[in-house]
């Protein structure tokens, strides 16, 4: 939006300054170094530098700031969208709080027992250096469910 704004603000304000340089001289009489001190001065004040320049620069800082926390994002345009998000969801599984995976609930299909899923799954899992295989061992560690090996 910035670089929109930026082409149509920097013909306008030359336009402007240009009015400001002609006008006073021919038309109202007034010498033509004070016009042309006074245009300049608007071209300098009005500078669309500063506009073009300021998102680029801001969206780097936004950037190298959510780096140093541990939070990468490809490109300035993600940062952007950021700004028309009206809600955000969070699973409380650990993830964001403590940075690793939990295991909060277990669901038990055809007449299986949660005890049996999850000691099934750990047992397959025990082995494993993956982040979810490493929090279904410690779901089953904590219940008290043995891990050795899957049951049948």
């Known amino acids: 939006m910035a670089e929109w704004a930026g082409r149509y603000y920097t013909i306008a304000v030359i336009l402007v300054a240009a009015g400001m340089m002609l006008v006073p001289p021919f038309v109202l009489k007034q010498p033509w170094v004070e016009a042309f001190y006074r245009a300049m001065t608007l071209l300098?004040?009005?500078?669309?530098?500063?506009l073009v320049i300021a998102t680029p620069a801001?969206?780097?800082s936004a950037?190298?700031?959510?780096?140093?926390?541990?939070?990468?994002?490809?490109?300035g345009r993600h940062i952007e969208s950021l700004g028309r998000v009206r809600a955000v969801a969070f699973d409380k599984t650990g993830t964001l709080t403590r940075g690793r995976f939990e295991v909060t609930d277990v669901v038990a299909l055809a007449g299986a027992r949660e005890e049996?899923?999850?000691a099934w799954a750990a047992?397959?899992?025990?082995?494993?250096?993956?982040?979810?295989?490493?929090?279904?061992?410690?779901?089953a560690d904590a219940r008290g469910w043995p891990t050795s090996r899957p049951r049948t």
């Open 116 to 118: 049996d899923v999850l």
């Open 44 to 50: 300098v004040v009005a500078s669309p530098c500063a």
């Open 123 to 139: 047992a397959a899992e025990k082995r494993s250096q993956h982040p979810l295989a490493q929090a279904v061992v410690r779901a």
């Open 58 to 60: 801001t969206i780097l």
């Open 63 to 75: 950037i190298a700031s959510a780096a140093r926390s541990g939070v990468l994002f490809k490109g």
